[in-house]
């Protein structure tokens, strides 16, 4: 069965510190990958997806930056955090191909800028 | 482009009672429907989920239905418990970059169940 991972659970940064939130994928291969952000209260925001490595499409412009360096990875970044950042950011993959639109979320990181 | 509209919340309910969230869509073509619940502090799960017109999705209790007259997709459940306090969120799929899909997101519809 595949599973998602994401780590760390919670984090506390400094406004202008960097940022490195990683996710993972077991039991699948080649899955889309998407980041999406959370904010208190709200809705999700699509920030970033991946259909392979390497392949990194971008659906709003901000502070971040995302990388897919091997087939199941997925990492979020940021070289100076702002306190717009913080949030709830939420890991999920789908099955690549027609008819596998389903998508299935890790357990989330709390991200709280100061 | 398409779009998902769900009913505003907070939603309070006492133990027992009918739940109703409403959830209508606007897309070209036949997207699939979905309904994810997110307990608090957690990632979301998939509740159900329907594909064509007229299909009907369930699990634990819950219950929705691909409507295509009404562009609806309501989420229904005959006896809330207390367990069932979540955000609820409706989502449809979106085609993008060929065969892969992106969902288009409700902004979800706080549940309370009071014992």
């Known amino acids: 069965s595949q599973t998602i991972h994401q780590w760390p659970a919670t984090l506390v940064q400094p406004v202008g510190s960097p940022l490195s939130l990683e996710c993972t994928v077991e039991?699948?291969?080649?899955?889309?990958l998407y980041w999406y952000r959370q904010a208190a209260g709200r809705g999700l925001q699509l920030l970033f997806y991946s259909v392979g490595i390497g392949q990194i499409s971008s659906e709003v412009p901000q502070n971040l930056s995302a990388s897919r360096p091997q087939d199941r990875q997925f990492i979020l970044s940021s070289k100076k955090l702002l306190l717009s950042d913080s949030g709830f950011y939420l890991c999920?993959?789908?099955?690549?191909?027609?008819?596998?639109?389903?998508?299935?979320f890790g357990p989330g990181t709390r991200l709280t800028v100061l | 482009g398409n779009s998902v509209t769900q009913m505003e919340g907070p939603v309070t309910l006492s133990e027992e009672a009918f739940l109703t969230i409403n959830c209508t869509y606007t897309a070209t073509g036949y997207p699939s429907l979905f309904w994810y619940v997110q307990y608090p502090g957690e990632g979301l799960q998939l509740l159900l989920k329907?594909?064509?017109a007229d299909d009907k999705g369930s699990n634990k209790g819950f219950e929705a239905t691909y409507r295509k007259e009404t562009t609806s997709f309501h989420l229904e459940k005959g006896s809330v418990q207390v367990s069932d306090s979540a955000v609820y969120f409706c989502?449809?799929?979106?085609?993008?970059?060929?065969?892969?899909?992106?969902?288009?997101w409700g902004l979800g519809t706080s549940l309370a169940v009071n014992p």
């Open positions: 999920a993959w789908s099955a690549p191909g027609r008819g596998t639109d389903t998508q299935y």
């Open positions: 989502a449809l799929s979106d085609r993008a970059a060929g065969n892969n899909r992106k969902l288009i």
């Open positions: 329907a594909t064509k």
């Open positions: 039991g699948t291969s080649n899955p889309n």
